[in-house]
C-alpha cells in the first residue's frame, strides 16, 4: 500500500541566485533541492526543486495565458533504476475563469532515467479572473521496480494581477441639444492603464463618416498612432509600450463634416438622432473594450427632411 514518505529537506544551494523573466521583471530567488528518502536509507531519494518554498511562481495578467515550468523532478536510485512519475494538482484554490494545466495530470506517467531530471510543464489561462495569490498543492506518484512512493512537493504559486484597462473621457464639446448642419467639434481622450506587467498594446478605434478628424489637434502622450481611411470612417490603431503601473493617454479632436451637395454644400448632421463620436476603443489581443460617446442632434428637426418629425409650422413639401 502506498503511504507518505516523510521528507528530508537538505539545503543545497541557501544563496543562489537564479534569474527568471516575466514582461522585464527579474526575480532574484533562492534554490533548494528537497530529497525524499524512499527506501530505508538515505544515499537514495527523489528530489524536486522549490524556489522561495514553491515548485514555481506563476505570474498572469487577466485576459491572458501563459506556459511555464512547473516541477523539476530528480532520480538518485541506484541500480539505473528508471522511475515513472505522474503529478496530481489540486485546482480547488483557484478562482472561478482560471483554467489550469499541469503535465501528466492524466495519469499519464513520464520516465525519469537513474541520475537524470525530468521538468514538467503547464498551462494556464485566465479570463476576468478576481486579482490575488493563489497556491496549486501537487502530489508526486512515483513508481518503479521495486517500490512506489507518493510525495507532498512543494505548491505553485499563482499570482494573477489586473489587465490593462482602458476609457473613454469626453473633455469638451456638447452632447445633447446639437442643431442640425452646424459646424460642431468634440475632444475626447483615451486613457489606458496597465497595473500589471510592462507590456506592448495595440489600441484600435473607429470614428465614424459624420465626422473628420483634426490631426494637428490629436496628440499621444506615448507610442505611435495612424488614421487610415476606409470608406467614409477612419479606423485609429495606436501601439504603445506601457511598464508595470504606468498610464497613458490621447486626445482626440473631431468636428462635423462638410458634405458637398449640387447646391455648394452642407455640415453634418443632416438628419436627427442619436450619433456615436466612436466606437468603444479595443484593446488589441484582449476581449477589452471601453465606453463609447454619443451625442444627440435634437434642434431644428422640422429641417431635416424626415417626415416623420413633427414639422412645427414648416413649408415643407411632406408636411
Known amino acids: 500500500m502506498r503511504k507518505l514518505i516523510p521528507v528530508i529537506l537538505m539545503l543545497l544551494l541557501s544563496s543562489l541566485i537564479v534569474i527568471g523573466s516575466s514582461g522585464t521583471f527579474v526575480y532574484f ?10 527506501v530505508p536509507h538515505d544515499k537514495e531519494y527523489l528530489s524536486f526543486m522549490c524556489y522561495n518554498g514553491y515548485a514555481a511562481t506563476v505570474i498572469v495578467d487577466q485576459n491572458s495565458n501563459l506556459t511555464f ?12 533504476k528508471t522511475v515513472n512519475v505522474w503529478l496530481d494538482p489540486d485546482y480547488s484554490n483557484l478562482p472561478s475563469g482560471v483554467e489550469m494545466w499541469i503535465e501528466s495530470e492524466d495519469a499519464i506517467t513520464r520516465p525519469i ?41 512543494c505548491s505553485i504559486k499563482v499570482i494573477i494581477l489586473s489587465g490593462p484597462k482602458i476609457r473613454k473621457i469626453l473633455l469638451s464639446g456638447n452632447t445633447t441639444n446639437i442643431p442640425l448642419k452646424t459646424y460642431q467639434e468634440w475632444v475626447f481622450q483615451i486613457e ?27 496628440s499621444a502622450s506615448k507610442g505611435n498612432y495612424t488614421f487610415t481611411r476606409h470608406g467614409k470612417s477612419d479606423h485609429l490603431e ?28 452642407k455640415w453634418e448632421f443632416t438628419t436627427c438622432g442619436t450619433y456615436p463620436l466612436n466606437e468603444g476603443a479595443k484593446i488589441v489581443g484582449y476581449n477589452i473594450t471601453s465606453n463609447n460617446i454619443t451625442v444627440v442632434a435634437d434642434v431644428n428637426c422640422e429641417d431635416d427632411g424626415n417626415c416623420e418629425h413633427d ?9
Open 29 to 38: 530567488n533562492a534554490e533548494r533541492e528537497v530529497r525524499v528518502a524512499v
Open 69 to 80: 515550468d512547473a516541477l523539476k523532478i530528480g532520480n538518485y536510485l541506484n541500480e539505473l
Open 113 to 153: 532515467d537513474s541520475q537524470e531530471y525530468y521538468t514538467f510543464w503547464g498551462n494556464i489561462s485566465v479570463e476576468n479572473a478576481d486579482p490575488g495569490t493563489y497556491e496549486v498543492p501537487i502530489t508526486l506518484y512515483a513508481t518503479w521496480n521495486g517500490g512506489d512512493a507518493v510525495i507532498e512537493t
Open 192 to 218: 489606458v492603464n496597465n497595473s500589471g506587467t510592462p507590456r506592448n498594446l495595440t489600441i484600435e478605434d473607429v470614428i465614424p463618416g459624420e465626422f473628420d478628424v483634426d490631426l494637428n489637434r490629436t
Open 238 to 265: 495606436w501601439n504603445v509600450e506601457l511598464g508595470s503601473g504606468e498610464s497613458v493617454h490621447m486626445n482626440i479632436t473631431i468636428s462635423t463634416r462638410w458634405v458637398k451637395t449640387g447646391k455648394g454644400g
Open 311 to 319: 414639422c412645427g409650422g414648416s413649408s415643407k413639401k411632406c408636411c
